[in-house]
């Protein structure tokens, strides 16, 4: 019987679940994000520019959005996964060793 070896970085993994949290929360914090910008600009003309700029990428920030999303919640349930099925592994040979 082949042997089938399955090596996950648990640390890149969390880390990058981390991260994309973390991009969700600037993506969804960006509309309060863009008026600050605005009003700091300190010019009419100017507010007005980088206003109209954050309307016209709502849309696409909330394709963003669902993306960054799922693909979080994927990397999540990999890393919960593979966490209880490795401490469900560790907990079986504990067990056999012990019998």
Same mark, same amino acid.
């Given at each position: 019987?082949?042997?089938?070896? /399955?090596? /996950?970085?648990?640390?890149? /993994? ?9 991009? /969700? ?39 963003? +959005? ?7 919640? +994927?990397?999540?349930? +990999? ?21």
């Amino acid at each position: 019987m082949a042997g089938y070896d /399955l090596k /996950l970085d648990m640390d890149e /993994l969390r880390d990058l679940a981390k991260d994309l949290k973390s991009v /969700l929360d600037e993506l969804n914090d960006a509309d309060d994000n863009s008026e600050d910008t605005a009003d700091a600009t300190g010019h009419d003309a100017l507010r007005s520019e980088v206003q109209d700029f954050a309307d016209g990428w709502k849309a696409k920030r909330a394709d963003m +959005i669902d993306d960054v999303s799922k693909l979080q919640g +994927i990397v999540q349930q +990999i890393v919960d996964t593979f966490t209880q099925v490795d401490g469900d592994l560790a907990r079986s040979l504990e067990q056999k060793a012990g019998s």
